[in-house]
């Protein structure tokens, strides 16, 4: 599709950066719609806000070789985009390392030469994960989702002061001194895994807690954590101020999971421990003298959930013409799950992230051929009651509450054509436009496929 069909005046920044943000959970597109905008407008960093490791941000090159993108920018695959880990970042340095290597495997050299880390980055280590993984067996039936990395771990061990962190700067600091915080790292852990499996002895959690006591595992980690560090640029945060002030037009801030998982906000317990909405990106800019970012939301032209959680405009038959290649099943979040396009979840998100500037919405080629199509509408409630919002409860309780409520809610559903046409089709084009223009926001993106040049904008 050419630029002089888009429907919508084209948006000019006026020296502004970019934050992409998702608006639903997770696996929206924010990934591959961060590489399309670091194309099309010439971006050179990519700013990480939020998250950690287990972001899973699937890029398409034009040569069709696919990367997913953990830790790393999005933008990486394009020549001299670099990206900055910002203190709100939860970083693993063996998984940087990793995908450091599977770049280079599809000619992406010296990776890592391209990363600046905020030294105040809380650092996910093995312990973490170890004990992560046994906390969601030892949930059992009623497991939250997590990723299995360690990030929940790490990150509540990061906002309490009574238990000790490891900050991303320490690696190149005296040799003993790290030596002594992973040890006093894996005690902690250790300690809490032994309480879990004397309370859960049905859990089968001794293999897990067996690799949590190994001895040597801290000479390894000791050498690997060194190496990695002095393989990127550590700075406090300066060297991302300065460009913010200099030169913002050339930033994107890429958000990762999506705001309904937010850790304050929202659907308790199925969430993500971190925040996932503007907030963080706002506090980057404000302390660099910025101006505020242009706010991009981020949805899939239908609903998708990768393990429990509310999904309830979810369908078996859906899934079935939707199979998700890139999002197979995981051991520990489960199956990817698909429903119909949500209006009452994304206007829910929206409220969440407290507005956007406009919305891309992405995956239009998978309902091509697909016939009739339908939206959620409204949420049925099994008293009959009707729900087109849904209200921003901010104790633990009422989030619970609220989340086992859209558990048993039913889709009120509405039928909009669907089309033939492959690729971004006029009447693609208008379905995109109406589900905007439903949520009240304009449409500044639409993708029609996974590569950058099946992606147009209104951005300019």
């Avoid at 989702?145 to 061990?157: F, I, K, R, T």
């Avoid at 239908?302 to 999002?327: F, K, Q």
């Avoid at 990817?336 to 969440?352: K, T």
Wanted: glycine share 12%.
């Amino acid at each position: 599709m050419s630029q002089t069909t888009w429907p919508h005046e084209q948006v000019a920044r006026a020296g502004r950066a970019i934050a992409v943000v998702g608006l639903g959970a997770g696996d929206e597109g924010k990934g591959a719609s961060v590489d399309a905008l670091v194309r099309r407008l010439g971006l050179g960093l990519v700013v990480r806000h939020n998250g950690g490791p287990q972001a899973a941000h699937h890029v398409v090159r034009e040569d069709g070789v696919v990367h997913c993108f953990a830790q790393f920018g999005a933008g990486t695959l394009v020549p001299g985009v670099r990206t900055h880990l910002s203190r709100f970042m939860l970083v693993e340095p063996l998984g940087l390392a990793r995908e450091a290597a599977a770049l280079g495997r599809i000619g992406v050299a010296a990776a890592l030469q391209r990363v600046t880390i905020d030294g105040a980055c809380a650092v996910v280590t093995p312990f973490h994960r170890l004990y992560g993984r046994m906390q969601e067996l030892a949930r059992g039936t009623g497991r939250h989702g997590s990723c299995g990395l360690g990030v929940g771990a790490a990150y509540v061990d990061a906002h309490n002061p009574r238990l000790p962190t490891l900050r991303f700067a320490e690696l190149l600091g005296p040799v003993e001194a790290l030596r002594g915080k992973l040890r006093l790292i894996q005690l902690v852990k250790l300690d809490q895994a032994e309480q879990l499996a004397d309370a859960q002895p049905e859990a089968g959690l001794a293999p897990l807690l067996d690799e949590l006591r190994r001895g040597d595992l801290i000479g390894e980690l000791l050498a690997a954590y060194r190496s990695i560090a002095g393989a990127v640029t550590v700075d406090d945060g300066e060297m991302l101020r300065a460009v913010l002030r200099d030169r913002p037009e050339t930033v994107i801030f890429e958000g990762a999971q999506g705001a309904l998982l937010d850790a304050e906000l929202g659907f308790w317990p199925h969430v993500t421990p971190s925040r996932t909405g503007f907030a963080q990106a706002d506090a980057l800019l404000v302390e660099a003298g910025a101006a505020p970012a242009l706010r991009l939301g981020v949805l899939r032209a239908y609903a998708t959930r990768h393990g429990p959680g509310p999904l309830v405009s979810e369908s078996a038959g859906l899934l079935a013409r939707l199979p998700e290649p890139h999002n197979p099943p995981g051991p520990w979040q489960g199956p990817m799950r698909v429903g119909c396009f949500d209006l009452v979840a994304a206007r829910h998100a929206l409220a969440l992230v407290e507005g956007v500037d406009g919305l891309a919405l992405t995956c239009l080629d998978r309902l091509a051929g697909l016939g009739e199509l339908a939206v959620c509408a409204a949420y049925r409630l099994p008293t009959e009651e009707r729900w087109t919002t849904l209200g921003r409860p901010q104790e633990r309780a009422a989030q619970a509450s609220q989340s086992a409520l859209l558990m048993v809610c039913r889709p009120e559903l509405r039928a909009l054509p669907g089309w033939d046409a492959p690729g971004l089709s006029p009447p693609a084009i208008e379905h995109a436009i109406g589900l905007a223009t439903a949520l009240g926001v304009p449409l500044l993106g639409a993708a029609a496929g996974p590569a950058a040049d099946a992606r147009v904008w209104a951005l300019r």
